[in-house]
């Protein structure tokens, strides 16, 4: 599956990890940052916490990846 870091602050203040399917991740290509395929969200922190240090997976796709 395909992972996406959203470049859009959630209410929360955190960033967001999505799927290339999430209907919450940002359409505009210059609003996201590709993260790379891994088999379970879990994977795609890692890479995620290159670019930000507060993050959150998304509640929804999450529990689909």
Request: glycine share 2%.
């Amino acid at each position: 599956m395909r992972y996406y870091l959203s470049k859009i602050k959630a209410d929360d203040e955190t960033w967001e990890i999505h799927t290339v399917n999430c209907q919450h991740l940002p359409k505009e290509h210059d609003q996201r940052i590709y993260l790379g395929d891994f088999l379970h969200c879990i994977h795609a922190l890692p890479v995620a916490k290159l670019y930000f240090r507060t993050l959150r997976f998304c509640p929804e796709c999450s529990l689909i990846a």
